[in-house]
């Protein structure tokens, strides 16, 4: 990651306990404020920052400016517009994420001060550099994003304490860099710290979040997005309103379909009341002749079973019935061979963890091709099907999807 230097400076400055604001200070002594929030907050939004725009445009630099077409003579006004173009980049960010129109303005002007060495490959190299000066926003939201799918996924239960182990399991240099033993002992309040880059912005606000209880970053099980909980019991979903709906009640609604999904008495369950309820529709459909083959389930027979039925999942789900009773009690017609029976056990790492975890800076924009052309050979019949970027993505996320995703459509 690229530091900014000479006379601007980065500052987090603490502006009442907990509170810390960003302080953009320039060259000549003038300096910008931003809202104070707390570390963890600051994160958060760190992590949902847009910048699907401004990486399309960074890759149309790259790939449709003429100063990288292939020829032997590289043109200096080609140099000249490519440098005019990338120096107006920043400026999409300026509203959305100031913290690094700032320090991407630092950084290009520091780059272009670099001297010509007479190299033929001088210009090329000096693009190729702004190119990545210009990414280095994206770079950073990337690991960011992975360091909060690695450390507080699936940790709402846990401890501050064992979050930080966590990170430090997956990702041990991260680790190193925003151990909240490092900061230095300062009163509470009066804190205030210069940092050189971006990265070394958030990761000083990993720092002081793992050093502080009063909140913990919690992910919403129907949006998918991270947040901050109001208070210290589990919370599964945001105060954000999704389609039109807020989480909290359809994360409810559909949380009913994932439970249903992934225990096995709720399953057999589930197979019972269909078994029943195509039973009771022979039954209604046959005419009293034709009813000699078939297993005896009118209307009230079935009105009996169902309710019942709804009754145990209640108490089962409750925790009042172990799932053997569970079953035992929903079998009133004998349907089962055994009432054995365990909780379907959810699977510990998916193959998208396993992705992320095997490298922090793992960026699936660059990680999937655009399209692939793909023959199952495992196929009777085996036929080419073409898959997107977006195709794969959902391939390696089963099993690891917010329950928008995985139920929304239906």
Known sequence: MHKVSGGSQLLLVEKGVGLFSTVLRYGDGSEKQLPAATPAKDLIAATEID??????????????HPLFEDRLDISVADFEDFVAEALLLPSMLQKTD????????????????TKDDGSASFLLNAAAELLYI????????????????MTFDGMERAKQRERFEKLCQVYPDIGRLCDPAALPDVEPGRRAFAVNSIFGLRLLELALYFQQDNQRIARCDYCWGWFVPKTKK????????????????????????LVEEQDSALKICN????RMYARQLRWQDAVPSERDGLIPMDYDQYTTWSENARLA???????????????????????????????????????WQR????????????????????????????????????????????????????????
């Open 51 to 64: 910048y699907q725009e401004y990486r399309r445009e960074i890759r149309r630099l790259r790939e449709e």
């Open 98 to 113: 100031p913290v690094s129109f700032f320090v991407l303005g630092e950084l290009l002007h520091q780059s272009l001060q």
């Open 134 to 149: 210009l990414e280095d926003s994206v770079r950073v939201q990337t690991c960011l994003r992975n360091i909060f799918e």
């Open 234 to 257: 589990i919370t599964r979903y945001c105060d954000r309103v999704t389609d039109g709906y807020p989480c909290k009640q359809r994360g409810a609604r559909f949380k009913r379909n």
């Open 271 to 274: 197979q019972l009341r269909d």
């Open 313 to 351: 999942r209640i108490e089962y789900l409750e925790g009042k019935l172990t799932a053997e009773d569970f079953l035992r009690r929903i079998d009133m017609t004998h349907e089962l061979t055994s009432y054995e029976t365990d909780k379907a056990e959810l699977v510990e790492e998916t193959d």
């Open 355 to 410: 992705l992320v975890a095997g490298k922090f800076s793992f960026d699936p924009e660059t990680h999937y091709p655009e399209v692939m052309q793909v023959l199952d050979l495992r196929e009777l019949e085996p036929e080419w099907k073409l898959y997107t970027a977006e195709d794969l993505r959902r391939e390696d996320q089963k099993g690891h999807q917010s329950l928008r995703e995985k139920y929304g459509k239906g």
